[in-house]
């Protein structure tokens, strides 16, 4: 009999295991092993342990099933028509052996230990799938998966094809192996989450659980339908395992975006602030990229996130706010240290930019993200006025020593260039037609109404008196710088009119002798400045 199961002749070793069986039993009830026990327990023992070769080869089939290139139609259907013979030779009465009795004539309950074999398979199919170590191969998560997934596939499109053929509806070949593969996966997955896994590992594992495994890339495929169905699939991880992924992702990726944003800091300086490369203009505006570069950021991990799941998205978009209202900061100081550092001629045109991208950045927040930008506007408003002190501060810098000249000998022998003072001003002043209104325009408004303001407050200093001729001489070289400068700056877009005639006032009364014509003046000076009283 042992050789008729070496040769998985099954039906046959059956059946003579059957009459053994039934002639034991004859012979029990015949009490014919009254005197003789141990004969009995002896013969009892020998089926009982060729019943377990057969319950061993009938594993042994089913593990091997998909191990073989090809399906072995005839042994698959030959242990169907075995279990089927076993359970109508042993039908389940309730009845079941107890402790220290024989087992002559129990079921032997096949068909469950064929559902064992089933799940055994595929938990070694699993565990064999191919996983380099993190020091092989950087990618070991996507690689395994991209081969679990491949391999299993390829396992479950066999049972479809060939395995599910040899067996009975009522087997439900495929729902057996497909559960038995989904524990197997679970399982295997389970082991996966407990090892210390990096951002982009965490990553790959909750997208692959959440839009591959169910999709039709795995599970779904459309070569896998109708058979393979996914409806009453348990969970592949338990609740606080998916939980516990999430937390660890979202944990690993403060660092990621602070990195990111990091870099972001680190170009501007070492490939514009350095290296004093002029920003873009785009639709006459000063363009930086870096409400691009951030906002970039945020959706690229928001739209991977929510992918997985809306909560994660959520806590994504949440968590790169707080790291952006951490890095606004930052990066203004780096901007103020650089710039208070230095003279650079960039500086105007980043300050503008920048002060452009602000304003990007909160309306494109708003907009893509609907996020409240109330505390990020309050931080944009602080550097903003920071980075305009220093806009003004380094114009008065420039424009200080130049207004400073004014009325001194040098000035009225006329060895400074009419044009210098406006050429100091627009240095900064040209930058801000390319600021985003309204702000371009308020701030060239308060450099127009600075420049005329100084000028005219170091005109009015005490100072020694002058002849006629020199007056005169005054006159004529103020009214000449405050044709160019206001000029100058009309043309850069300054909308403050009201200030026109305030120098020429000054440079009229200067050099009128004749006192009805300076009463004149002064009227038209107050006319036009009431508040100049």
């Not at 990229?289 to 809306?310: C, N």
Request: charged letters at 30%.
């Amino acid at each position: 009999i042992n050789e008729l199961i070496q040769k998985r002749q099954l039906l046959e070793a059956f059946a003579s295991i059957k009459y053994l069986e039934d002639e034991t039993i004859a012979e029990r009830d015949a009490e014919k092993y009254k005197d003789n026990p141990q004969e009995f327990v002896r013969k009892s023992k020998d089926v009982d342990l060729l019943y377990n070769s057969i319950t061993n080869m009938i594993q042994s089939i089913v593990v091997g099933t998909l191990e073989q290139p090809t399906v072995e139609d005839t042994m698959l259907n030959s242990l169907v028509t075995l279990i089927a013979h076993e359970e109508a030779a042993h039908p389940n009465t309730g009845n079941t052996a107890g402790p220290g009795s024989d087992l002559l004539g129990t079921p032997r309950k096949w068909r469950e230990e064929w559902r064992e074999a089933i799940n055994e398979s595929a938990r070694k199919r699993v565990q064999r799938v191919p996983m380099a170590s993190k020091k092989e191969e950087s990618f070991w998560l996507d690689l395994h998966l991209g081969f679990l997934q491949k391999q299993l596939s390829e396992d479950l499109l066999k049972i479809k094809l060939s395995v599910k053929k040899c067996y009975p509806e009522e087997y439900q070949v495929c729902d057996m192996y497909v559960e038995a593969f989904h524990n197997a996966v679970a399982s295997h997955l389970q082991e996966l989450s407990q090892r210390p896994l990096e951002f982009n590992e965490l990553y790959t594992l909750l997208n692959w659980v959440a839009n591959i495994y169910r999709s039709e890339l795995f599970l779904g495929h459309p070569d896998l339908k109708p058979e393979v169905k996914t409806e009453n699939l348990s969970l592949l991880l338990t609740p606080a395992d998916w939980d516990k992924l999430k937390n660890d992702y979202i944990t690993l990726a403060k660092g990621k975006i602070k990195s990111y944003f990091g870099n972001i800091l680190r170009l501007e300086v070492t490939e514009k602030w350095e290296k004093e490369v002029h920003p873009e203009v785009k639709e006459n505006l000063y363009h930086s990229s870096l409400s691009f570069d951030i906002q970039t950021i945020i959706g690229e991990h928001m739209k991977i996130s929510g992918a997985i799941s809306r909560s994660l998205g959520t806590k994504m978009l949440e968590l790169c706010l707080a790291e952006l209202h951490e890095f606004v900061p930052r990066f203004g100081e780096e901007f103020v240290a650089w710039s208070t550092a230095q003279d650079s001629p960039v500086f105007a045109p980043y300050f503008t930019a920048y002060i452009n991208s602000f304003h990007d950045l909160v309306s494109g927040l708003e907009r893509v993200f609907k996020v409240n930008t109330e505390e990020l506007q309050k931080i944009l408003a602080t550097l903003t006025r920071n980075f305009t002190n220093i806009f003004l501060n380094k114009l008065r810098t420039k424009a200080q020593p130049l207004l400073k000249k004014i009325l001194t000998k040098d000035w009225i022998l006329v060895t400074e260039r009419p044009d210098s003072l406006a050429s100091a001003v627009s240095q900064f002043s040209e930058h801000l037609q390319h600021m985003r209104e309204p702000m371009g325009q308020e701030l060239l408004r308060d450099v127009h109404k600075y420049v005329v303001r100084e000028y005219i407050m170091q005109v009015i200093k005490p100072r020694r008196k002058m002849n006629g001729e020199t007056r005169q001489q005054v006159s004529e070289k103020m009214n000449q710088e405050a044709r160019i400068l206001n000029n100058m700056l009309i043309s850069q877009g300054s909308d403050s009119d009201w200030l026109l005639p305030a120098i020429h006032h000054i440079a009229n009364i200067i050099g009128e002798k004749k006192k009805d014509k300076i009463k004149e003046y002064v009227k038209e000076l107050c006319q036009d400045y009431p508040d100049i009283r």
